[in-house]
């Protein structure tokens, strides 16, 4: 268990982690489809008409993209890395690689004026919300087992991951607008994601 | 072969073998479909009624996070690689690469009343069991060629082999179960991921 | 903030990019598709009818590899990195998984008699000019913010920028060129990813 | 133009050249379908019906896992890189990425009757011979421009190409063979891929 042996353990985790985010974020494509058009039919109005999918590829496009971020931002503060830590690990990829499911079925269902835009909306927030949980897992994990270098007290090191699962916050409250409204929903995913591309992990000020 | 371009050499097989599990482990949300739904269809209940690809999704989302956390351990402890080493890796990743069909074909049949689900689930514990198989053979070939550091006897050799191979029975095992019931071996595969996540290989205690 | 940790932070920026060029480029072999034949029907005249798709593939496949390689001699000019370069990635990154939508779309219409044919050109021109314009955007930013290494005063930046813009100028006048022709908008398309093959970003001569 | 950074360079190229061969490998898998059955019907014999998809996917992944090994040992002699090195690399990717389409084409017509199944295979055996030529272009290339080092003078770099394009002219004869036999086609495919195991490039003895 020397240094050395730990660091290139970690390295390897961030290169798999990279691997998963990068083929998420450009599965995402694969969700859109041309309009299929009956014969003297338009392109452009087909294209405009189908306006959800673009939208809900470009919130989740964003979503993935400050996740890689900030879980890069996360683990160069990480010096060491044990079995736990590569189990929540997964967790939390369990939930990106599964976002471009949710995601196509949240641009189908976008304009119904049924409670399936309502249903499409609380399963992909939900799906958000589950990804936010596994990122706060993760920091209380590092922090407890000394896997990042700190001198936060107990009661600091609570407030640190307090601080951190904020957003989950926002996530969670997603799920409750997403039966108010799917197109609001949407909004706020693309909005939460750029409110996490300025708040950012630090254990030193 | 100076123990630097040796080094370097494992190092390109872990990348290569991290790119092809992180891509496999993507690629198996393309297999989930959200429902097609009739006009004035719920979709909820159909959401619910496809548990099966869900569940077939999550077991084969275990096996194959668990089965690269143990490629990782298996490769640190792997101090030089040599051809017969890339082509064993290879037929260990024909097997990864492959899942994502019998999870599909697994997930469409696991509620047939019919002798399908049965012959989908064998199929599905067959890939597993290779799988497996080709972990011994790693191991096995890697102590027999001391591309591991390690004073074992040939005895001890063989019985480190046989521990590691205790994880194929039970997938063989599973190929049994299959023809009793296709959801039970299911829930086998993902209790086995669980198993394999705890179950580690070790040249010294 | 050390310079070691900086650099890191680059190589992981890289790695990521890196799987997404590699996927966005290997992705675009499932938009083609082998013709569905009639019974009795010859495959090789079937073949040669869908060429629209090979010529589609073929452009993109350039584009992409080009970008690839800029974007590589690009950052491996660049020293250090910090958010606002990486959010400059994202948005190339952006352009880089979606082309391969435009690009299926593009080959679908190439031989349309009406005006869809110019209109998925004008797209997929359009996705060409955004990924140039996020390549000027990185490349003034990282020369405003002196990440990378240079003595350029204020205007031999804005003349940095503008040389390595011109190619902007001709991805935007495809825009313009999709509504005379798609087939000639295809054509400028590859010769472009040609062109682009050898300018390349100095910042000393 | 510092030696380091030459390295650095490589490795790029390296990881980009490892991650298209690992989506490309992986992808192949997306061509299998599971059969869809009629009601009342059998799986497994119709499992075993479709065993040409299941004899191509095995074939195009020793083929591609193969040529991985062989990018592998090729670019561990190549010390240092330039355009040209590049864009002969591109060159070689292009026909990796291609591979899952002449793949599933040739899986889809194995067992026709007519010439379409000639086709198939002439068109799956161009892809591998294109791809091989591609390896021959990069080895001269870098024994000409002294990216490895040797000492060989210039007839022994044409002796050395030359021996290297064997490999070549078995995938050339196979374009003929096609004409013959889709089978034996795809049997000399995967033999191939075996003796291409064995032969290795050295550029010292």
Redesign the interface.
């Known amino acids: 268990m020397s240094n050395q ?1 730990d660091l ?2 970690t390295s ?5 982690s ?13 969700e ?1 489809h ?1 309009p299929v ?1 009956a014969e ?1 039919r ?3 109005p087909a ?1 405009l008409h189908e306006w959800p999918q673009f939208a809900a ?2 919130a989740s ?1 964003a979503v993935l ?1 400050i996740m ?2 900030n879980h ?1 931002s996360l683990f ?1 503060q990480i010096e060491r890395t044990d ?1 736990g830590l ?2 929540l690990n ?1 967790f939390l ?2 939930w990106v ?5 949710p995601t ?2 949240f641009a ?2 976008l304009k119904d004026e ?3 835009a309502h ?2 909306a609380a ?1 992909y927030s939900t799906n958000l919300t589950l990804a936010a949980i596994a990122f706060s897992l993760i920091w209380w994990y590092v922090l407890r087992n000394k896997l990042v270098e700190h001198e936060m007290s107990r009661p600091q090191v609570r407030a640190s991951v307090l601080r951190y699962s904020l957003g989950t916050l926002f996530y969670a409250a997603m799920i409750g607008v997403s039966f108010l409204s799917a197109k609001v929903t949407l909004l706020i995913a693309f909005l939460l994601a750029i409110y996490y ?1 300025f708040e ?1 992990v630090r254990t030193r000020d």
Chains 1, 2, 3, 4 share one sequence.
């Open positions: 042996s290139a353990e390897r985790l961030e290169a798999f990279d691997g998963v985010f990068a083929i998420a974020i450009t599965l995402l494509v694969l859109l041309a058009l003297g338009q392109l452009w294209l590829y470009l496009f993209g890689w971020v890069h160069r079995r590569m189990f997964l990829l369990l690689t599964l976002l471009p499911f196509s079925m189908e269902h049924s409670t399936n249903v499409a399963v591309a950012q």
